[in-house]
T-cell receptor
Framework: DSGVTQTPKHLITATGQRVTLRCSPR?????VYWYQQSLDQGLQFLIQYYNGEERAKGNILERFSAQQFPDLHSELNLSSLELGDSALYFC?????????????FGPGTRLTVL | GQSLEQPSEVTAVEGAIVQINCTYQ??????LSWYQQHDGGAPTFLSY????GLEETGRFSSFLSRSDSYGYLLLQELQMKDSASYFCALTAGGFKTIFGAGTRLFVKA
């Protein structure tokens, strides 16, 4: 158990819908990262927050947005969903940001878009 | 842009030693990390190299040569439970974390 929690574990929805994925980092971690992993693919970095501020942005679609709240939990919002958005979405956290890169991953949210 | 290349699959025998290579291209480099992911599970951190040389953690070692833009993960005394996917990941300029496509390691009895 990494100490990172993600809800829900599974999500099934239809094209065009909007969903929100939630992540709680390990106690004391200030950085939160979001990743997308499609079937048998690597991890695509989406976005990173550090202490409430956006720190780095990867290949995140405009239909996707995220935020980190004052209590450090984070939410990833996916809208106008398409079939290709079906994937495993991981949240990870780390103590700091940048160079120190030991990230602790949550169990993931499996999103299925029908 | 940034990219990493690693072999898609490696097969080895229980008790053997296996090396998984990773080459990268990036502008702005802070370090190379390695993660293990079992099927259906989440990635777990194995090691980090910020400087050239070898880092050893039990049966696992990781090496980095920044001049060659190259690193590798060395797994010794292979066990069946080491069958998993292994990802190299770099922290690049702008603090982005870029993962390789992963290497599936099959350990045979």
């Amino acid at each position: 158990d990494s100490g990172v929690t993600q809800t829900p574990k599974h999500l099934i929805t239809a094209t065009g819908q909007r969903v929100t994925l939630r992540c709680s980092p390990r106690s004391g971690d200030l950085s939160v990262y979001w990743y997308q992993q499609s079937l048998d693919q690597g991890l695509q970095f989406l976005i990173q927050y550090y202490n409430g501020e956006e720190r780095a942005k990867g290949n995140i679609l405009e239909r996707f947005s995220a935020q980190q709240f004052p209590d450090l939990h984070s939410e990833l919002n996916l809208s106008s969903l398409e079939l290709g958005d079906s994937a495993l979405y991981f949240c990870a956290s780390s103590v700091a940001s940048g160079i120190i890169n030991e990230q602790f991953f949550g169990p993931g949210t499996r999103l299925t878009v029908l | 842009g940034q990219s990493l290349e690693q072999p898609s699959e490696v097969t080895a025998v229980e008790g053997a030693i296996v090396q998984i290579n990773c080459t990268y291209q990036t502008s702005g480099f802070y370090g190379l990390s390695w993660y293990q992911q079992h099927d259906g599970g989440a990635p777990t951190f194995l090691s980090y190299n910020g400087l050239d040389g070898l880092e050893e953690t039990g049966r696992f070692s990781s090496f980095l040569s920044r001049s060659d833009s190259y690193g590798y993960l060395l797994l010794q005394e292979l066990q069946m439970k080491d069958s998993a996917s292994y990802f190299c990941a770099l922290t690049a300029g702008g603090f982005k974390t870029i993962f390789g496509a992963g290497t599936r390691l099959f350990v045979k009895a």
